[in-house]
Nanobody, 121 residues
Framework: VQLQASGGGLVQAGGSLRLFCTAS????????MSWFRQAPGKEREFVAV????????TYADSVKGRFTISRNNAKNTVYLQMNSLKPEDTAVYYC???????????????WGQGTQVTVSS
């Protein structure tokens, strides 16, 4: 599977953005999907994961209550709705696939190219 992330941009603090990750290939629905992010000078960190069926989701504490991950297997797309954005959410956001549900970066084998999110104060 190949991944294409989009939807990033520049937004003021308190605003919203919706990220998209579209996958090519017929096996999308068999993968758990996640969003990670990486700010300048920092390590890549977990944001959210959704199970292959969409029935389970897990979030990093830093985004819980503000971000929502969802997916549409018919459209081979996973979404990240980001509300109440803060300057500390500024990062490049990556989508990724895994066969093992969780937040461990090492378990993810396919990555999109990333989309930049910048939140101004």
């Amino acid at each position: 599977v190949q991944l294409q992330a989009s939807g990033g941009g520049l937004v003021q603090a308190g605003g919203s953005l919706r990220l998209f990750c579209t996958a090519s290939g017929r096996t999308f629905s068999s993968y758990h999907m996640s969003w990670f992010r990486q700010a300048p000078g920092k390590e890549r960190e977990f944001v959210a994961v959704i199970s292959w069926s969409g029935s389970s989701t897990t979030y990093a504490d830093s985004v819980k209550g503000r971000f929502t991950i969802s997916r549409n297997n018919a459209k081979n797309t996973v979404y990240l709705q980001m509300n109440s954005l803060k300057p500390e959410d500024t990062a490049v956001y990556y989508c990724a696939t895994t066969k093992r549900y969780g937040s461990n970066l090492r378990e993810y084998d396919t990555w999109g190219q990333g989309t930049q999110v910048t939140v101004s104060s």
